[in-house]
Each structure stands twice: as structure tokens, then as C-alpha cells.
Nanobody, 119 residues
Framework: QVQLVESGGGSVQVGGSLRLSCAAS????????MGWYRQAPGKQRELVAG???????NYADSVKGRFTISRDNGKNTMYLQMNNLKPEDTAVYHC?????????????WGQGTQVTVSS
């Protein structure tokens, strides 16, 4: 069984920084794409940033230049460095990973970590 566990969320003031981590555990054969999503109250879940197995990245326009996604394949961990945080970044952040546990790949989700940015 594969588990994704996020950590690093919290409450910060406008302009502050947080670093989220997503640690994967279980009978993992290999990783494909990974990503961070967020969902604010009353809104749909949206992609914040993604990273391929080769390290290519993509970002939502709203976070470009402020957020940086990275991964450490040796530690089965993905990160999201968030700088210059704004109130509109307030949401529950979830990690997602496309993981092979054998002959097939499946998508897995973490339980989420709350990020609150106050002015």
C-alpha cells in the first residue's frame, strides 16, 4: 500500500514563506509525474505545480516566480517552496503522484495540509 503524507503547512503573514513536503512510502517501484494541488473553500481543486520524472516543471500562472517545486527521488519526497505568500494562496494543499507498484501505474493523493495566509 502506498501512502503520501504532506507536512509543512501552517499560518503565515502576507509575504511570508513556507516549505511543504510530501513523503511517499510503501511498496514503490518507480515514480512518474508528481504535483501539488490546492483547494480553497468553495472552489475546485486546482493544479499549483507539477514535476516530471525528468525534472521538468510547470506552474499555475498565479504562483509563477513565487513557488518552486522539486523532488528528491532518493528520499521519495517532493517539495514546494512557497515565497511571497498572498491571502489568495490560502487553501488545503494536496500532493499527487503517479506511482508504479509493479506492472501498472496509479495516481495517489495525500490527505492535505492547510496553508493560511493572513494580512
Amino acid at each position: 500500500q502506498v501512502q503520501l503524507v504532506e507536512s509543512g503547512g501552517g499560518s503565515v503573514q502576507v509575504g511570508g514563506s513556507l516549505r511543504l513536503s510530501c513523503a511517499a512510502s510503501g511498496n514503490i517501484f518507480s515514480f512518474n509525474t508528481m504535483g501539488w494541488y490546492r483547494q480553497a473553500p468553495g472552489k475546485q481543486r486546482e493544479l499549483v505545480a507539477g514535476i516530471s520524472s525528468g525534472g521538468s516543471t510547470n506552474y499555475a500562472d498565479s504562483v509563477k516566480g513565487r513557488f518552486t517545486i522539486s523532488r528528491d527521488n532518493g528520499k521519495n519526497t517532493m517539495y514546494l517552496q512557497m515565497n511571497n505568500l498572498k491571502p489568495e494562496d490560502t487553501a488545503v494543499y494536496h500532493c499527487n503522484a503517479h506511482i508504479s507498484v509493479g506492472s501498472t501505474y496509479k495516481y495517489y493523493w495525500g490527505q492535505g495540509t492547510q496553508v493560511t495566509v493572513s494580512s
